[in-house]
């Protein structure tokens, strides 16, 4: 099992451009997540997808849309990107909601925007 | 006040010795907690979850929970370099769905 797979790995952009980050999971989860990370921020959520075909808004969805395409995939796309999205974006999935909620994470795409 | 809080360090420890790492948090009502490592460069991964008062051992890794402090601890015994990262602690309520909440992390060095 290759786990959570994202693309691409490394990105730059500039400011205005538009982009979509992907992200699949062959465990069979039923939920998906999208996080950035910023240097001394931790892990803050922009979008999440507890089941195929529900979306909802995390802590920071301002300037982000996410699509669960099946229960695969889930991507996000930054519609006209700006400096402030420079970051590091993260993947995670998760099996099912309820007590326990581990989630696995993804190797990242770092988005740079000029 | 953040929901979960830790102190960003650096943290630095001697080789073999017991790394103790602290998170606090504010929803009283928070139900499961985790700890992810992540090195430089890499992605989070699991090491402990706990949900119940007490410690829970898991090789060289203690997780603590105190409930009634609302504090989660993370002990590292034997510590080596290879434990050098940072450790990144999240908390779970079942009534905000699916979500976990993140600290911002504490950065551990371990010291040959």
């Known amino acids: 099992n290759a786990g959570v797979t994202q693309t691409p790995k490394f990105q730059v952009l500039k400011t205005g451009q538009s982009m979509t980050l992907q992200c699949a999971q062959d465990m069979n989860h039923n939920s998906m997540y999208w996080y950035r990370q910023d240097p001394g921020m931790g892990l803050r959520l922009i979008y999440y997808s507890a089941s195929e075909g529900t979306t909802d808004k995390g802590e920071v969805p301002n300037g982000y849309n996410v699509s669960r395409l099946n229960k695969r995939e889930f991507s996000l796309r930054l519609e006209s990107a700006a400096p402030s999205q420079t970051s590091v974006y993260f993947c995670?999935?998760?099996?099912?909601?309820?007590?326990?909620?581990?989630?696995?994470f993804g190797p990242g795409t770092r988005l740079t925007v000029l | 006040q953040k929901e979960v809080e830790q102190n960003s360090g650096p943290l630095s420890v001697p080789e073999g010795a017991i790394a103790s790492l602290n998170c606090t948090y504010s929803d009283r009502g928070s139900q499961s907690f985790f700890w992810y490592r992540q090195y430089s460069g890499k992605s989070p991964e699991l090491i402990m979850f706990?949900?119940?008062?007490g410690d829970k051992e898991d090789g060289r890794f203690t997780a603590q929970l105190n409930k009634a402090s609302q504090y989660v601890s993370l002990l590292i015994r034997d510590s080596q370099p290879s434990d050098s990262a940072t450790y990144l602690c999240a908390v779970h309520r079942v009534e905000y769905g699916n979500k976990l909440v993140f600290g911002a992390g504490t950065i551990l060095r371990v010291k040959s």
């Open positions: 995670a999935s998760s099996p099912t909601s309820g007590r326990i909620n581990e989630q696995f």
């Open positions: 706990i949900y119940s008062n």
